[in-house]
């Protein structure tokens, strides 16, 4: 079954950090490109980032860029998404989802919550 | 900075059609924003309907199709069902890797 499980949310104070991981399986993950989207409580879907196969190609939202970093180690079947200087409007569920071409998302994880209190 | 719009909410009858959009908040959407559709009800994941304009994703049936409408792309539900209850989003690449969700549509279906 192909499959994406999301971890690595919590609660964490304002200025603080966290990292979300994001695991495969069930399909070749080294050939695919993979994307984070959040959804904030009761509001919609907004793309975080995206990461190309090798890493060669990110992109980021500007609402994180600088802040949020992507990375996948296609080894490990894993891709992970480091926080920094958290802010309460990044409460959210996090989501990764599988890219592909052209430019949409195909398979989705049930997503991870991060919460940063106001 | 560049908005996708989508309207808020939209109400149908079982069986009636319904057409959702997606549009700019500066210039037109065309086949080169490669859009997309997704379902979501509450507390599910979201599902993937359409890409690319027009082509439906894996198991969604012939009943939603995807078009350019104008200067918007546009999601069309012919003989909505009760399940089809959901919100309704729409994604656009805007060129340089960077993608765009709109606001989602609530569709209500009664």
């Known amino acids: 079954e192909v499959q994406l499980v999301e971890s690595g949310g919590g609660l964490v104070q304002p200025g603080g950090s966290l990292r979300l991981a994001c695991a495969a399986s069930?399909?070749?993950?080294?050939?695919?490109?993979i994307n984070w989207v959040r959804q904030a409580p009761g509001k919609g879907l907004e793309w975080v980032s995206y990461?190309?196969?090798?890493?060669?190609?990110?992109n980021y939202a500007d609402s994180v860029k600088g802040r949020f970093t992507i990375s996948r180690d296609n080894a490990r079947n894993s891709l992970d998404l480091q926080m920094n200087s958290l802010r309460d409007e990044d409460t959210a569920v996090y989501y990764c989802?599988?890219?592909?071409?052209?430019?949409?998302?195909?398979?989705w994880g049930k997503g991870t919550t991060v919460t940063v209190p106001s | 900075q560049t908005v996708v719009t989508q309207e808020p909410s939209f109400s149908v009858s079982p069986g009636g059609t319904v057409t959702l959009t997606c549009g700019l908040s500066s210039g037109s959407v065309s086949t080169s924003h490669y859009p997309s559709w997704y379902q979501q009800t509450p507390g599910q994941t979201p599902r993937t309907l359409m890409y690319?304009?027009?082509i439906r994703s894996s198991g969604v049936p012939d009943r939603f199709s995807g078009s350019i409408l104008g200067n918007k792309a546009a999601l069309t539900i012919t003989g909505a069902q009760a399940d089809d209850e959901s919100d309704y989003y729409c994604?656009?690449?805007?060129?340089?890797?960077?993608?765009?969700f709109g606001g989602g549509t609530k569709l209500t279906v009664l």
């Open positions: 990461i190309s196969v090798s890493a060669n190609n990110i």
């Open positions: 690319s304009t027009n």
């Open positions: 069930g399909f070749t993950f080294s050939s695919y490109g």
């Open positions: 989802a599988r890219d592909r071409s052209p430019y949409y998302m195909d398979v």
């Open positions: 994604m656009l690449h805007m060129g340089s890797g960077i993608r765009l």
